[in-house]
C-alpha cells in the first residue's frame, strides 16, 4: 500500500521534461506502439504542453461538481499508468480533477459541455443509483478529455456522446469500473478530425456487472478516426456487447480495435462484439481488429468484422430512379449506420453523421 503512494507521489513529483521522458519510454515498448499503431502516441502527449485547462471549460447542469486534487480523487496513478501511460500523465500535469456524485435516481439527465481544454472529469454513482449522462464534445483545438466512471452496486447508467468537431486533434479516453450488478450502456456519436483517437477502457469488476458500447461513425475526406476498445472481464458472470460501425468517405482514415479479455477465473461470462465498417470513396483507409483474449473455457464468445465497398448495384438502381449520387450516397449512408445511430441523441446524430443530400 504505501509502496503504492509513494511512486505515485514519486510520478506526481517530477518536473514536466522527466514526467515526459519516463512516459515516453513507456510508450516505445512493444505493447504500447501496438497499441498506438495507428496514432502517434507523442502527439496525443504533446497535447498537454502549453495548453490552457480550466474548470470553466466543463459545463455540467443537473449535478453538482466539485474541483480536487488529484491526489485526493482516490484515482491511482499507478495502476493507471499501467493502463494509459499518457492519462497518468496527463493527470500529473493537470493536477487537479473535477469530481461529480451521483445519488439515487435522477429523473433528468446530467448534461456535460466539454470545450476547450477541461479539467479530468471523475464520476461516481453510488450504490443502487442511476442516470442518464448526454455528453457534447466541442473542443475548438487540440485538446484531451479524460473521464473517469466508477459504478457502486447495482448502480446504471447510460451515457449518451456526441463529439462532431472536426478541426485539431483531440483524444478523448473513458475509464469505467463496474461493481457487482452494475449497467453501463454507452451511445457514441463521432466524426474524424485531423487526428482523433477515443479510448474506451472497461473493467468489469462485480459478478452480474454489463456494459454496452454502441458506437457510429464517420470520416470525411482527409479526416483519421481511431477508437480503441478494451474491456477486461475481471469477475465471473459478466456481460459485454460492441457494435460498431464506420464510414469512410474519400481519403479518410478509420481504425477500429475492440479487445475482450476475460480472466482465468471469470466463468460464465458472455461477450459480444460486431464491427462493420463501409469505404465510400477512393483512396480510403480501413484498419478493423477485433482481439479475444481468453482465460476460461466456461464462457460464451463471439467477434466479427466486416469491412466492405459501397454497392454499386444499389447505387446504380436509385441513379435509374433520378436520385442524384450524392443524395443516394446520404441514403445508404444512413441505411449503413441505422443500428447504431442509437439512444436519446440520436437526432442530433442523424444530422451530423449522415451526408446532405
Request: proline share 2%.
Amino acid at each position: 500500500m504505501s509502496q503504492n503512494i509513494d511512486r505515485s507521489e514519486s510520478f506526481m513529483s517530477l518536473s514536466d521534461g522527466e514526467a515526459m521522458e519516463n512516459t515516453s519510454l513507456i510508450l516505445a515498448s512493444a505493447q504500447q506502439l501496438e497499441r498506438w499503431k495507428y496514432t502517434k502516441s507523442s502527439d496525443v502527449l504533446e497535447l498537454f504542453l502549453d495548453t490552457n485547462v480550466g474548470e470553466e471549460n466543463t459545463v455540467i447542469t443537473n449535478a453538482e461538481s466539485s474541483s480536487i486534487h488529484v491526489s485526493d480523487s482516490g484515482l491511482k496513478i499507478e495502476e493507471i499508468g499501467r493502463e494509459s501511460p499518457i492519462a497518468a500523465f496527463g493527470l500529473r500535469k493537470f493536477e487537479k480533477i473535477n469530481k461529480i456524485q451521483i445519488d439515487g435516481n435522477l429523473e433528468e439527465p446530467v448534461t456535460l459541455k466539454q470545450r476547450g481544454q477541461p479539467l479530468p472529469l471523475l464520476i461516481e454513482i453510488n450504490d443502487n443509483a442511476s442516470c442518464q449522462l448526454h455528453e457534447f464534445v466541442d473542443c475548438e483545438a487540440d485538446a484531451a478529455v479524460m473521464t473517469w466512471i466508477k459504478m457502486g452496486k447495482n448502480s446504471s447508467l447510460v451515457h449518451s456522446r456526441n463529439s462532431f468537431r472536426e478541426t485539431g486533434k483531440h483524444w478523448q479516453v473513458t475509464f469505467n469500473e463496474l461493481e457487482s450488478g452494475a449497467s453501463y450502456t454507452m451511445h457514441n456519436h463521432v466524426k474524424g478530425s485531423e487526428t482523433k483517437r477515443q479510448d474506451i477502457l472497461i473493467n468489469l469488476t462485480g459478478s452480474e456487472s454489463n456494459a454496452k458500447v454502441i458506437s457510429a461513425g464517420t470520416v470525411n475526406k482527409d479526416k483519421k478516426l481511431d477508437l480503441q476498445i478494451i474491456c477486461d472481464h475481471s469477475t465471473p458472470r459478466t456481460t459485454s456487447h460492441q457494435r460498431i460501425d464506420h464510414v469512410a468517405f474519400e481519403n479518410g482514415s478509420t481504425t477500429f480495435n475492440g479487445r475482450i479479455h476475460i480472466l482465468e477465473h471469470a466463468s460464465g461470462c458472455n461477450a459480444q462484439l460486431k464491427n462493420r465498417s463501409l469505404a465510400m470513396g477512393s483512396e480510403t483507409t480501413i484498419n478493423a481488429k477485433p482481439e479475444l483474449e481468453i482465460y476460461n473455457d466456461d464462457v460464451q464468445c463471439s467477434h466479427g468484422s466486416t469491412i466492405g465497398q459501397i454497392d454499386e448495384t444499389q447505387l446504380f438502381y436509385m441513379r435509374s430512379r433520378g436520385i442524384e449520387q450524392k443524395e443516394a450516397h446520404a441514403i445508404l449512408c444512413e441505411g449503413f449506420l441505422r443500428e447504431t445511430i442509437s439512444g436519446p441523441l440520436s437526432a442530433s446524430a442523424t444530422s451530423n453523421l449522415i451526408p446532405e443530400r
